[in-house]
Nanobody, 124 residues
Framework: QLQLLESGGGLVQAGGSLRVSCTASGRTFSRNAMGWFRQAPGKDREFVAAISWSGGNTYYADSVKGRFTISRDNAKNTVYLQMNSLKPEDTAVYSC?????????????????WGQGTQVTVSS
């Protein structure tokens, strides 16, 4: 059974930086696309970033482009989301997800396994 565990969330002031991590266990995930999604209170889950199995292709939501960077270390079964220039509207629970496919997707329903999520709170 594949499990995903996020870490690194917390409270940060606007303009600050935070890095969240997601580590997979139970099996290797080097041939799988990965994604980060977030959900703010009272809002639908939204796509944040995705990365191909090799790390060679990355995709970002327009709202985070230029501020967030997704990366992965397949040797560590870990995907990262570096978040810079954080804004209060970035406050949400951030969840990682994995596809049983090498192809990247921005759609949450294309992902097969999900982590529990980690809270990121940006104060103004």
């Amino acid at each position: 059974q594949l499990q995903l565990l996020e870490s690194g969330g917390g409270l940060v002031q606007a303009g600050g930086s935070l890095r969240v991590s997601c580590t997979a266990s139970g099996r290797t995930f080097s041939r799988n696309a990965m994604g980060w999604f977030r959900q703010a209170p009272g809002k639908d889950r939204e796509f944040v970033a995705a990365i191909s199995w090799s790390g060679g292709n990355t995709y970002y939501a327009d709202s985070v482009k230029g501020r967030f960077t997704i990366s992965r270390d397949n040797a560590k079964n870990t995907v990262y989301l570096q978040m810079n220039s954080l804004k209060p509207e970035d406050t949400a629970v951030y969840s990682c997800a994995i596809r049983q496919s090498i192809w990247v997707s921005t759609r949450s329903y294309d992902y097969d396994y999900w982590g529990q999520g980690t809270q990121v709170t940006v104060s103004s």
